[in-house]
């Protein structure tokens, strides 16, 4: 609860608001990217793919899971971790051309998933 009173000894005025655990999972999915990391000419570039769910409450792990093909069999996990922040992201192989296809899987305390984002492809996919 949380109590607000006016100031001075004329104040008789107490405002009691109560708190609450917030808890919310948007109506739209994660959001995922990918993006060039690294500087060319310091070493090999690489790409991230970056993953956040704005406003999502209960997101206590995420999943990426990575395809060769669209089709929804081809799916396999890549990478399962805790949320430490925000917007986390790991890094994803740069395979010379190579065509992958990367989602993400919002999970909550028990590993089960709240929201899936769209499909994102490397540079390769786009040849």
């Keep these: 609860m949380l109590e607000m009173g006016g100031c001075g ?66 799916w396999r996990k890549f990478w399962e971790g805790p949320k430490h922040q925000f917007e986390q992201w790991v890094d994803v192989p740069e395979t010379s051309g190579a065509c992958a296809f990367y989602r993400v899987e919002a999970l909550d305390g028990k590993r089960r998933v709240l929201g899936v984002s769209k499909q994102v492809a490397t540079e390769g996919c786009r040849k």
Aim: glycine share 4%; proline share 9%.
């Design 9 to 74: 000894a004329a104040s008789q005025q107490v405002y009691k608001v109560p708190t609450h655990q917030w808890r919310a999972t948007p109506f739209w999915p994660p959001t995922a990217l990918i993006a060039k990391h690294g500087h060319p000419h310091h070493g090999q570039p690489s790409s991230r793919l970056h993953f956040s769910w704005n406003g999502a409450t209960t997101v206590r792990f995420w999943r990426v899971m990575v395809a060769k093909k669209r089709a929804q069999s081809a």
